[in-house]
Each structure stands twice: as structure tokens, then as C-alpha cells.
């Protein structure tokens, strides 16, 4: 008993520690799913990802960013982080012709003919006039997801699996006084649900798509446990 | 004669757990054969969802065209239609009825009673549709569109400032038709064939559907429109102007000018009729034809040029899409074009215009290597439970950890052939179809240790169990039936964990048990 209360008191702290950080920080939201930049890249060869993402690193430095393959055949990129500077797409940009971009025309000092897939980092030790002009981008401005789109596709099958679910739960647990089982239930499941996402504000844990499933986890879990519970206690109920 | 049947059931035991093993060989490696010169799984591939397999990205901005019009305008200052450029209208004096403005006229060119002409810009976006209430229900009116055509896997981002969107779709043969019923921004009209005049628009408009007859062995498809009080008004209205009649002219003509029309009438349904409309030789006062027509428009495109018939309207016209349709591919092509004008009609007019700026696909940022580290969990799992086993309950734990692994085959096999989108949600509730079967194997056989009576305890198990388990079978069942992919991944590995496990445990894990009872 006393060690139950002692559970709710921390619960209750956590989610109060919980709602503070949100009401004072908001969720540490992924930033690929708020409002952020992009830029594409076209890049005709072969390419490693981790490659364009190396450059992606000189350029933002600590500043998140993602790079994901665009097109089916594999031949471009979009490079995402939070607002991308003009200096940064330009440098970006820069960077990325002279590991990519193929040489036209290049001036040779020996008077030949070098060859079109110079490398970059050959074009940048050679005559600087090697790589004419930069590519052209443009900074896309991408905006963000609302947290409750994500939410809303759960909302109607989850109350009406929920209605379901208390009527079954008041009919099977008539002997154990339903309304209580039925707020029992309901209880610790809000409660759950707040203090995981107290738990997910407090310590800046990133949203992303995989919080929500993870939440339908354990409430699915908790349901189960719940009902196991009920069940002996009706049985012993039963056999009394 | 004991010692036989305690063989026959060994046997029995021992070939259910071959079985088993073969099932779970082919539940996971699969059945390799040579199809043309490439070794190919008979298994059917796991149908991932767009988290796995990519998205198709559409970005939409408003468009910012502008052009001079010439426009009716009514008593408020309202636009109430284009003026026609083609002014030949071979039936001058055409009586309109409009809005309650009965008995206005057209003259070739000037003006009808009640409206004014102006040369207006006409902007596809107005000033006053630049809010963010309007790209909000833009927004909104995009949603329900794609749910009410049943699209499984979306996204949409709205830029508040901008009024820009960013749709994500599955990429598949589809993407092409819902980026159209996306950038639709789905104004209906019905105007005056002759004048341009607006006679009805969206507001005017009830429900839609698409329907098909069939008749003389080739079907016609129609887009059926159900009008609002209103709008039923209108339409009866229209339907005593805008019809074929004899006129007879006093005054002698000289022109003979005859124009072919295919048209359709609307109140008959489906029949095409060839008219002939005419301004003959009136010399000799002979009743001359004349129709009016009307042109029912979608965004701009006229879908039909028709006048009405004689028959009762009922607040409901039918407009035939396609007709002389034989094959079935052709009928489901043509359904899907007439339900996605349904669509458009039912959910209203976005009131923001857009146009596609770019169109990307973008590859998913789970990678072969996420993937492969998702199996490999998922096998040290199993392992972990299987060890688990072993070592609490012997032998008997080491058969519990083959029908484990046998169940978990088996579930896999089941959801490839039954087509479940896998996704990240589904994989991450797979977790709960693991950890059920392995509570279920672990508590019956805690119970066999105790009393050794297999087919007492195996009721009891999973009695119990699955009286627990009632909620998330009304789970599965509710989530199995929505439309959205993530929602429908977890209900159907939900229910296709249940009942495989309720089949498996009953034909397998019963029978080994109870056959290897003493």
C-alpha cells in the first residue's frame, strides 16, 4: 500500500515535471517533421550517401540535417536541415559540384584534353577555372507536420475500439463493480500514456514517427495485463 | 499392445515437429526455384508501405495567374459568369432564367436584364482567399478527398505563410490520379451555353456519385448530381427554358444556316440523340426548331452541352461520362474518373487555386541496413525466448521453442499471402504477437510441470488467455477495418496473430503435448 502510493506521487511529479517542459519547451519535435529547408542535387555518377552526407557535415556542422535519395535511379539527392543560409546552400553547393560535377572542358596546362570525370578533389587542386559555374539550386522551404495529423488517423478507431472495449469490460467485470473497473482502466491508462509522454519531453527524446506505435504498445500491453488481473480477481471472486 | 500406441504417438509427436520445423524453414528462408536462369521465392514477398518502399512528393503552390475577362455582374456587384466570346448564338432571344431574374435576354452582345458587363482581372487566387482560414480548409477539403477515394498512405504539410502544400503519396500506379484529384480545385458550373451566364454552381449542389446501366449488353457510366432545395429549384426552372421548341417567325429570313449538335438529354438518361438545330428558310412560316442549351462545367471543362427533356427531374440530373463500354477494364476506368468528380463535387470547391511546382520521389530513409538490424532483433528475440525455455522446462521447453518459432513461420507466411501492409507501426506491435505466444507456451507448460496433465491444462491456458485477450481482438477487428495504412498494419498483424495462434495452438501445440502426455 505504501509503496503504491509512492508510485502515484512519482507518477503524478513526472507528469507534472512533464507538463511544465511542455508547456515552457514544447516536445523536442524531429526536425524533419517541422518546418525545415531542403536542397536538391542532381548527381549523375555513382554515389555514397555517406559521401554527400560527409560534405553535408563540413557545411552544417552541429546543425541536424538529413540527406535522402530522390528520383528511382538513384541519381539525386535532397539535403535537409533547419534553415539552410544562403551561404551554407552556396558552400553546399559549391562543395558538392567539386566532388561531382564533371569537368567540361578544363584548362590543361600540358596543352591535352583532361578527361570529363575529373574528380573533385582533383578539380579543386587544379586551375580553379576547371569548374566554370556553380550549379544552380533553389532553397525549398518545407513546412512542418502537425503533431495531431500524425495523431488523427488513431482517433476514430481508437474511441470506437475503446467504447467496445469499456462495454465489454462492464458486462465481464459486472462482480467487481464495473464503473470502478471501467475508471480503473481508463486511469491508468491516461496516466501511462502522460507519463511516457512526460518521460519523452523531459529527457528531449525526439519525436518521431515511431513514438506513436510505441505508445500503442504499451497501452495494447497494459490492456492485457489489466484484464489478466481483473480475471484473477473474479476468479477468486468465484471461487469464494 | 501399449507399448505400440506409446510408438504411434512418439511418431506422431516426432512428425509434427518435422513438420513444424519444414514450415518454419519455409516461413523464413522460403522455397527457392530456378525461374528463368534466377533463383526465385514461391513465398510472396512482404507488401512494405511507403515508409519502406518511398513516397511520391507533390509541391503545390497557389497560382498567381491573373488575366482580363469580360464578366457578368449582377445588382450586388457579384461575378455571375464569363461573357461568351462566340457570340454567334443561333438562338438569339433565348429566354434565361436565372436566380430569380426571370426573363432576362440575351441580344447578341449586350447586355442581359439585371447583369452588367465588365472587363474585370481575374485572379485564380482573389486577395481575399489569401488566408490562412482558406488555405486551412483548402487543406481540409484535400483530406477528405483522399479519404473519401480510400488512400491508404498520405501526407500534408501546409505552409501557413505561403498557403504552399506538400503532399506525400504511395507511389504506385495511382499517384498520377490522386495528384489530379489533388490539384482539382473542383468549381462546378452550369451556365448558359449562349451567354456564358452562370445558372448554377457548387453551393448548389447535394451529394454526387458515379453509376452505371446497363443496356444491349454495353454498359454507360454517369455522373449522377443530387441537388439542395435550392438548387432543385433551379433545375426545374432551367428545365422549362432550356429545352427544344417550334418558334414560328412572322418576319422573312433569307439565311439558311443548319448546325449538327451531338447532344444528350438530360431528363431521358442515356440516350444520345442527334439534333438538328436550325434557322431555316422562314419564308414559307414554317415552325422552325430551336434549343437552348446549357453546359455543365468542371473547372473550366465542359463535360456536357445538353437542353432538357420532358421528363421529371426530381433535384437530380444524370450526365453521361462514357457510354458503349464492353470491357470491364474500361468500366472500372471510367467509375474511377466519374467517382473522382463525385468526389470533387461532394467535398466542395477548394477555395484556393493551386498549381504542381515539383514532383519528386523520394526514396525511404529506412535503409536495407535498418532493415536487416530489425531481423536481426527480431532473431535474438526469438532466440533469447527459445534458450529461455530450454532451460526452465528441458525437453519439453526445447519442443515449446520450435512451435514458437513454428507459430511466428506461420504468422509470416499468413501475412505475406493475405497482402498486410507492413509498417513501421506493425512492426513495432509484432512485438505483442511474440510476447503473447511465448506467455502462452511459458504458463502452459509452468502448468504441465506442476501436474503433468496436458489436455486439462492446455484448456485452461488458453481459456484464460484468451478470455484476457478480448480487448485486443476488438482491437484488431476495428483497426482491420479502417482506411488508413498504419491503422490497418497493426489491426491486421493483430488478427492475424490471433487467430494463427488460436488455429496453431489447437491443431500443433495441443497435439504434441497431449500426445507426449504419460
Known sequence: MKNKKIIILALVLLIIAGIVVVGLKGFNVDFMLKGHDSIEYKISDDFKISDVEDIAKSVFGEKKFKVRIIELFNDAVSINAENITTEEADNLVKKLDNKYKKVENPTDVEGENAESTETPESAETSDENTITETTSYEIISNPKIKIFSLLKPFIIPSIIAGIIIIIYVGFRYKKLKSINVILNLIGLIAISVLAILSVIAITRFPITIYVLPTIMLVVLSELILFCANQEKKLKNINED | MKEDSALIKKLLVVTIIIFVITISIIGFVGIYTKNLNKMSNLIPDYNFSSEFEGVREYQFSLDNSESEKEMYIDKDGNISGEVKKDDSSTSSGVEVSVEGDANAETNNGTDIEGYTRETRTIKANEDSVLTLDSYKKSKSIIEKRLEDSKVEEYSIRLDE?????????????????????????????????????????????????????????????????????????????????????????????????????????????????????????????????????????????????????????????????????????????????????????????????????????????????????????????????????????????????????????????AIRYTNVVITISSIITSVLIIALNFVFIYNFLSKLKNDKKASVNFSDTIKSLYITLVPILIVAIVYTFMSNATITGIGMILFWGLMVHILYSLIFVRSVYVLNDK
Request: aromatic share 6%; proline share 1%.
Open chain 2, 161 to 413: 505563410v505561403t498557403g504552399n502544400l506538400v503532399v506525400e503519396l504511395a507511389d504506385n500506379e495511382n499517384a498520377a490520379f490522386f495528384e489530379n484529384l489533388i490539384e482539382s480545385q473542383g468549381e462546378f458550373k452550369i451556365i448558359d451555353s449562349q451567354t456564358g451566364l452562370e445558372l448554377m454552381n457548387n453551393k448548389h449542389v447535394d451529394s454526387a456519385s458515379a453509376v452505371y446501366d446497363n443496356s444491349n449488353g454495353s454498359y454507360t457510366v454517369y455522373l449522377q448530381i443530387k441537388f439542395n432545395k435550392d438548387g432543385a429549384k433551379i433545375l426545374n426552372e432551367m428545365s422549362e427554358k432550356y429545352i427544344e421548341k417550334e418558334v414560328e417567325k412572322k418576319s422573312e429570313e433569307t439565311t439558311n444556316t443548319t448546325e449538327n449538335t451531338n447532344t444528350t438529354e438530360v431528363a431521358d438518361g442515356a440516350e444520345d440523340t442527334n439534333t438538328t438545330e436550325s434557322e431555316s428558310d422562314t419564308s414559307s412560316e414554317e415552325p422552325e426548331t430551336e434549343i437552348s442549351y446549357i453546359e455543365i462545367q468542371m473547372d473550366g471543362t465542359t463535360l456536357m452541352k445538353t437542353y432538357f427533356g420532358e421528363d421529371k427531374l426530381n433535384g437530380t440530373i444524370s450526365i453521361p461520362l462514357s457510354s458503349n463500354i464492353t470491357e470491364s477494364k474500361d468500366l472500372v476506368n471510367s467509375l474511377k474518373s466519374a467517382s473522382a468528380i463525385s468526389t470533387l463535387l461532394n467535398e466542395g470547391k477548394l477555395p484556393n487555386k493551386y498549381s504542381l511546382k515539383n514532383d519528386d520521389f523520394l526514396k525511404s530513409t529506412i535503409i536495407d541496413e535498418d532493415i536487416n538490424n530489425i531481423k536481426i532483433a527480431f532473431a535474438v528475440a526469438i532466440i533469447t525466448l527459445s534458450v529461455a525455455l530450454l532451460m526452465k522446462f528441458g525437453l519439453n521447453g526445447l519442443i515449446g521453442a520450435i512451435l514458437n518459432v513454428g507459430y511466428l513461420a506461420i504468422v509470416s507466411i
